[in-house]
């Protein structure tokens, strides 16, 4: 491990765009991996009691059927295609993102580094600018790579942009005041970039879940909220 840290060190000193692009790309790669496990996972045990049903009476190859249907196998086109965000958008503009960032609280807004006011200006910026932003173009990224229409493209987007940014809003801003707070700016694309592997993993489960009930709670909230506005008009 030592020696796969030392080299990771050195590349980022050498080549620091070529490596976070490679990191990211390999990161997002592995964390849509795993979503397609959870979401494998979460699917069979919905299936659990369906599959009791069969058992009572006795119909073994329908079970065995099913069991066969349901092995969990990776969709390697899927992982190829997330790869390829982390490579193509993470990697380069998270890099450039950070460093920037860094400068522009630093030379414009003239905060000492690492003090509350400091962290505060980052984290809120990161939370306003990049985070939206990066939910915004993964989702439209993904549904044009699947080979949607630009209507369903949009659909898809207004069906999982609100839920992912709210549940991404309680977590993101704890891990960027601990970046920002204690790690050192050259590691804190890696830091960002490890925590990416759960957050990819976590953009694809959300991306995978379709239609489910616990996203309509937050569609049901917004067109409320535009029936609500229409109505005083």
């Known amino acids: 491990m030592l020696r796969i840290w030392k080299w990771y060190q050195s590349c980022l000193s050498l080549h620091p765009v070529k490596t976070q692009i490679i990191s990211s790309g390999f990161l997002w790669g592995i964390g849509d991996v795993a979503a397609q496990y959870i979401t494998h996972s979460t699917a069979k045990k919905r299936l659990q009691y369906h599959k009791c049903i069969p058992m009572v009476y006795g119909q073994n190859g329908f079970n065995d059927a099913m069991d066969d249907d349901n092995e969990f196998k990776v969709n390697w086109k899927r992982v190829a295609v997330t790869s390829m965000f982390g490579f193509g958008f993470v990697g380069p503009v998270g890099h450039f993102w950070y460093e920037e960032l860094d400068k522009f609280i630093k030379m414009r807004l003239l905060l000492r580094p690492k ?75 890696l830091y960002v970039n490890i925590f990416c592997l759960l957050d990819s993993a976590f953009l694809s489960w959300i991306e995978q879940q379709k239609d489910a009930p616990w996203k309509q709670r937050f569609t049901s909230f917004t067109s409320m909220k535009e029936g609500g506005g229409q109505g005083r008009l």
């Not at 509350?116 to 910026?125: G, L, N």
């Not at 932003?133 to 439209?140: A, E, M, N, R, S």
């Not at 993904?142 to 949009?154: D, I, L, R």
């Not at 809003?169 to 050192?184: C, D, E, K, L, S």
């Open 115 to 189: 003090s509350a006011r400091f962290v505060a200006a980052k984290v809120a910026m990161d939370g306003l600018i990049f985070g939206p932003f990066d939910l915004f173009v993964f989702f439209t990224y993904m549904g044009f790579s699947a080979g949607k229409s630009t209507a369903q493209v949009k659909e898809d987007v207004k069906r999982d942009f609100l839920p992912a940014l709210i549940l991404e809003g309680g977590v993101w801003p704890i891990v960027q005041v601990a970046n920002f707070r204690y790690v050192p700016v050259r590691y804190q694309l």
